[in-house]
Every structure is written in structure tokens, then in C-alpha cells.
């Protein structure tokens, strides 16, 4: 394995000239090669090219840590064009280092089939983005630097080389469970994403409609191109504009730059709208336009620009009832709602929550680098009581506060802080739900409060109800209550 700090002579002139040309050849603003050392298992800036490379060396990555991590676990070339909308990146680099990141390729380093590293460039904020077709160029880059890294340790071969990706990568992120009703979901999703048929996710919030969307990128035909992120509700409506169209310089007070837009970024992949429903009806017309006939102009520009994108939206509003209220304009609703996918809430699938536990378990234990704890049984099951209005983000945030206060490696019921107060019948909020949403809601809700006074038993909750126990047993199924 490579033993970095034994080996002061790693940063060779070679290893510099490598990189130097590597960047001449991209274009690049910069470039930097990181090489996991075998005894702290951490990803080092080893060399770097540009004006901030003398700052570099500071910085210490976990392997899965930002792109270049993520390119080291995965072993695969990687181009991301829009970093700011990506949520693999680490921005604390570029942030401290006083850089505006906006394009970056990673290749890993290989070294007898392993991944012993990973070398990368980046465009910083004027409008520059990496094409596909320089990946070839990014490949014999890091076969060059392979080349040096083995001439600076002086090894024809590394035999002993023992970093497989499996070793220390936590699951990537995906979809988990196999409830019935989010096996339906994935099914449509996977059905329609070879297409390039318009997909609308719909869902209460952090019930994880990025990662379907995610999903759906990977299964099309477009998934070795870039899948582009951006929240219509997190940017003011004056600001959307730029964002997902660009700008040139000097068009308005403050473009000191060009900037190009979220569509341009996407062009031949996937754009991924996420609350589209807090769209303001000026832009939904211009959004509309792009998508009938694939052409819109920077603002302040004169030149059209001619894009190739599939799009996908997500919304946790009912988006056919703002349609009805004139809130949501109907042809867009029906141009971006081809294929309708619906995410259940975590309530109705409680069964996958040891599952989903485990993972977040695993992946925040070594983000964290602690030693995964294990989990009483009566935690489990107060877990499988809670009614989750937060859905799968919640339950990430209260399994990485009881990491973070536990003491001795077992994680008990009372590590998992829940509000002891629950969500009564009068609370419901029904003002976003349609009709049938906001009945099946109540339903829920009451066979669930009917079902835990009288402990869980169902024989009692039948006599409650007035029902036979049977028909009780297929409601229960049927609104997902256990």
C-alpha cells in the first residue's frame, strides 16, 4: 500500500509536468492529483497546478468526500458542470480557498486494478464546462500520472496494494426498501426513464424525490451525460432566470460575468426541477417554451441558444388542484406530468425503516469515523411507532444526533429523540391535499390514534370502530398502519 508520509520524493517534477500539461491540454484553471495514503486511509493533495495550489496541501479527504471521493469509491471518470447544484461537492475547499468552483473532471488513479487515487481539474466561474469527449483526454492524463506515482515509489509493481472501493465506500445513495408502495413507484419510474417522456414526482417533503430523480437519470438513455439539480423554491423568482438560463456579462447590475445557465449545463442529459410548484406563472411560460421547442436566450444575450434535455420535476404540492385554482398553468402541468410518480410517506412504509436505519448507520458512522453501534430492540421498535411528518430526512437527522451524543455503542430507545407529542386528528393540515389525499389522510390517522389507545390490539380497535376485525386488518394494510 502507499505509506505517503515515508515517501518525501512523491511530489516529483514528473508528477508536476503531468498535471501541468493535463491542464494545458483541458483548458483548465486548475488541477490537483490526491493519493490515499494506506495507514490513515485519507485522500492527500499530493501535487496541484494554479493560483490557489500552494493551499491545497492542508486539506485531508475521506474517501466518499466530495467528487475526487467519490470518484476514488467508485472507481469511474467523472465530469460534473454545475458543482453548486451537486451534492457530492465539497465546497468547504473552495469556499476557504477563496474560488468559485464551477466545472469539475476527476479520473481515478489506478494502480494493478485498484484505486490508489484520483487526479482532477476544474473550471472556475466564468462559464467554462468540461465536454464528454474529453474524457479520453482525462483518461491518458491519469495513466501518465500512474505512470509517475509508481516511478516515485520506485516499485515496478505494488503487489501488496489492498485498498478495494468495496472496503470503505457506504452504500451509494439509492432508494431503499421493499414496501409494496414504493416497489410500485420505482417500477413506473424505471418503465418511463428510457423514455424521454416528462416525469412529475410527487410526495410530501424528504420522502427523497431527488433520489428518484437520480434513479430515473441512471436507468435512461441519457445517463452518461450530466443530471443538473436545481430548487425553484430556494431561488427568488428574479433569480431563477439566470439560473436556469445564464446571463452575459454586464446584462443587469452585478453579471460581472457570463454565466451559463442550468439548461446549457444539461444539455444532453437530465434537468431535475425540484418543487416546481412554487414556479411563479412568469416563469412557468418561459419554462414552457423551452420544452416545446428546445430554444431560449441568455438574459441580456442575442443569440438563441438550442438545447437537448430531459426534464424531471418534483413537488410535494397537489399540482392538478393549483391547475384548478389558476395557481399552475395547465399545459405545462400537462407537458411535465407525462408519467406520474408518487413516493409514498414513510408512515405508509414503515416496514422499511430497519433497512433505511441500517444504511444511515453505516454511511454516517464512517462519514463520522466512528464504529458503527448497535441498536436495542426497543429502540427499533419506538422507532417503528413514531408517525415521521418528516419523513426519511428525519429520520437521517435523529440517527446522526444519537451518533453524535452516544456514549458506549449502543444505541437505546432514548437516543432517538422524538417529540413525545404526536400528531393529532385536528392538527392535520389538508390545505395542499386534494380531496381523496386529505380523506385517505384522516382515515390514517384515526386508525392509527384508535389503534395505540388500546396498545396495538386489534381485536379491541375493531370493537372501537364497529368493524369486523378482518375488514379492520385490510384497512390497516390498505393506509399503511401498523
Known amino acids: 500500500m502507499l505509506k505517503l508520509m515515508q515517501n ?63 470518484v476514488v469509491l467508485e472507481g469511474r471518470s467523472m465530469v460534473v458542470n454545475d458543482a453548486a447544484g451537486d451534492g457530492r461537492w465539497y465546497r468547504r475547499i473552495s469556499e476557504s480557498i477563496g474560488v468559485k468552483t464551477q466545472s469539475i473532471a476527476c479520473a481515478p488513479l489506478q494502480l494493478n486494478g485498484l484505486t490508489v487515487g484520483v487526479v482532477e481539474f476544474i473550471h472556475n466561474g466564468d462559464g467554462k464546462i468540461f465536454q464528454p469527449e474529453e474524457l479520453k483526454i482525462l483518461q491518458s492524463i491519469s495513466e501518465m500520472a500512474a505512470f509517475a506515482v509508481k516511478k516515485a515509489f520506485s516499485l515496478p509493481e505494488l503487489p501488496q496494494l489492498q485498498f478495494p472501493v468495496t472496503d470503505v465506500t457506504p452504500n451509494r445513495k439509492k432508494i431503499i426498501g421493499k414496501s409494496p408502495l414504493l416497489l410500485e413507484s420505482v417500477a413506473m419510474a424505471e418503465k418511463a426513464a428510457p423514455t424521454d417522456s416528462g416525469i412529475l414526482i410527487t410526495g410530501e417533503s424528504g420522502v427523497g424525490k431527488e433520489l428518484m430523480a437520480r434513479l430515473i437519470h441512471e436507468k435512461s438513455k441519457r445517463h452518461g451525460r450530466a443530471l443538473i439539480n436545481i430548487n425553484c423554491a430556494a431561488i427568488p423568482d428574479t433569480l431563477l432566470e439566470s439560473e436556469l438560463f445564464g446571463h452575459e456579462k454586464g446584462a443587469f447590475t452585478g453579471a460581472s460575468y457570463r454565466s451559463v445557465g442550468k439548461f446549457e449545463l444539461a444539455d444532453g442529459g437530465t434537468l431535475f426541477l425540484d418543487e416546481i410548484g412554487e414556479m411563479t406563472p412568469n416563469m412557468q411560460k418561459k419554462l414552457l417554451r423551452v420544452l416545446q421547442e428546445g430554444k431560449f436566450y441568455r438574459i441580456g444575450g442575442t443569440q438563441e441558444k438550442s438545447v437537448d434535455v430531459r426534464v424531471v420535476a418534483a413537488t410535494n404540492r397537489d399540482v392538478l388542484r393549483e391547475v384548478q385554482n389558476g395557481r399552475f398553468r395547465r399545459d405545462l402541468y400537462y407537458r411535465l406530468n407525462v408519467v406520474p410518480v408518487h413516493l409514498p410517506p414513510l408512515r405508509k412504509r414503515l416496514e422499511d425503516i430497519p433497512e433505511i436505519l441500517d444504511h444511515f448507520l453505516g454511511e454516517l458512522s464512517v462519514r463520522m469515523g466512528l464504529v458503527q453501534p448497535s441498536v436495542t430492540k426497543k429502540a427499533k421498535q419506538r422507532l ?44 392535520i393540515s389538508i390545505q395542499d391535499m386534494g380531496y381523496k389525499e386529505a380523506v385517505d389522510s384522516f382515515k390514517a390517522h384515526y386508525l392509527e390514534d384508535t389503534l395505540r389507545s388500546v396498545s396495538g390490539s386489534r381485536v379491541e380497535a375493531a370493537k372501537r370502530l364497529k368493524l369486523q376485525r378482518t375488514y379492520l386488518s385490510r384497512l390497516l394494510k390498505k393506509h399503511g398502519v401498523t
Do not use: C
Open 8 to 70: 518525501p520524493d512523491i511530489r516529483s517534477g514528473l508528477l508536476e509536468r503531468v498535471m501541468e500539461t493535463g491542464a494545458d491540454l483541458l483548458g483548465a484553471d486548475a488541477g490537483s492529483l490526491l493519493l490515499l495514503d494506506s495507514d490513515s486511509e485519507r485522500l492527500h493533495f499530493m501535487v496541484a497546478t494554479g493560483e490557489k495550489k500552494d493551499q491545497l496541501s492542508r486539506f485531508i479527504l475521506k474517501p466518499g468526500q466530495g467528487i475526487a471521493g467519490h
Open 384 to 427: 417503528l411507532q413514531y408517525h415521521w411528518p418528516g419523513n426519511i430526512r428525519e429520520l437521517k437527522n435523529m440517527v446522526e444526533r444519537a451518533l453524535i451524543l452516544d456514549s458506549d455503542g449502543v444505541l437505546d430507545a432514548d437516543d432517538f429523540q422524538m417529540p413525545e407529542e404526536r400528531v393529532s386528528l385536528a392538527e
